[in-house]
């Protein structure tokens, strides 16, 4: 069967480990060719310290996207990943191309980063943050928002245990939703969360302190990629979560501020294998 070319709209810094600079390192080890659009430019993650924001004229960005999507056919398998946005008027041009897209008969598979916010408060526009939920995500596959996302997607207050989040989960609309640092069973100690075809799955690892930025991007790229190299989606998010974790220790042990993919691309070739727990039976949609 012939591989998706896989579209990833993200951020893109000069130094680091964040956006596109994680997810493209990532599907491109594992196998997949990449189109990578930037949404923003930064010299590094705004954790790192201030700098420029280099975001596209919107007139340029749709005409950028319209020139992409012209190139879509039924012949041409694609797949698509969108992170972070630098503007709202990106989500237009972006939902576009993806209903042409399913118009061709092109896409195999979705998956919405709604990156936006996270310890109880966004960092994007509000204005962004609503293109995200009204433009993207109805059109998703799979989501994979972190605890605070999910909640404010639904207009919630966040989840404070794993069947709060299952069902949050459950009603945020794509079909598959891999939820990020939601509280775990084990003390001292967090839980992604996959909903999906009625069941619930949760891999969990202990707490780290300080975590490096991108953890989000990379869990999302590893998600997919595997995904789409044939695994079922607990299996998928079992390796995500095991190789992310152990970029994380890692990073831990040395004190870094960024991940360092090209060094320790092992764990993300041949990641342990994280066990995986099902742990909710929902209702089917």
């Not at 995500?240 to 040395?254: G, P």
């Not at 360092?260 to 727990?277: E, S």
Request: aromatic share 6%; proline share 6%; hydrophobic share 45%.
């Amino acid at each position: 069967m012939q591989k998706p070319v896989i579209l990833v709209f993200s951020s893109h810094v000069a130094a680091g480990a964040v956006g596109n600079r994680a997810s493209v390192f990532v599907l491109e080890l594992l196998g997949f060719e990449v189109w990578a659009v930037p949404t923003i430019q930064m010299a590094w993650h705004p954790g790192n310290g201030p700098s420029k924001r280099l975001v596209p004229d919107e007139d340029e960005f749709a005409a950028h996207i319209s020139d992409l999507s012209s190139r879509i056919s039924k012949d041409t398998p694609i797949a698509i990943l969108t992170g972070y946005l630098g503007s709202s008027a990106q989500a237009t041009p972006i939902s576009k191309l993806i209903d042409k897209a399913h118009t061709k008969g092109a896409v195999v598979h979705y998956l919405c980063d709604p990156v936006m916010g996270d310890n109880g408060g966004l960092y994007v526009p509000v204005e962004t943050a609503k293109a995200i939920r009204d433009q993207l995500l109805p059109l998703a596959d799979t989501a994979t928002p972190n605890r605070f996302e999910l909640s404010w997607l639904l207009g919630e207050t966040e989840a404070h245990s794993i069947g709060e989040a299952a069902d949050q989960a459950q009603r945020l609309g794509p079909a598959t939703v891999l939820a990020t640092s939601i509280p775990a069973m084990m003390k001292g100690s967090v839980a992604n969360l996959l909903v999906s075809a009625g069941k619930a799955h949760t891999a969990e690892h202990r707490l780290v302190d300080v975590v490096p930025n991108g953890t989000g991007d990379l869990t999302a790229a590893l998600y997919l990629a595997h995904l789409l190299n044939g695994a079922r989606p607990e299996q998928a998010m079992g390796s995500a979560s095991a190789a992310v974790f152990a970029l994380i220790s890692q990073s831990k042990r040395e004190a870094g501020r960024d991940f360092k993919l090209a060094r320790d691309q092992g764990f993300l070739r041949r990641p342990l294998n994280m066990p995986v727990r099902n742990i909710v039976t929902t209702k089917p949609r």
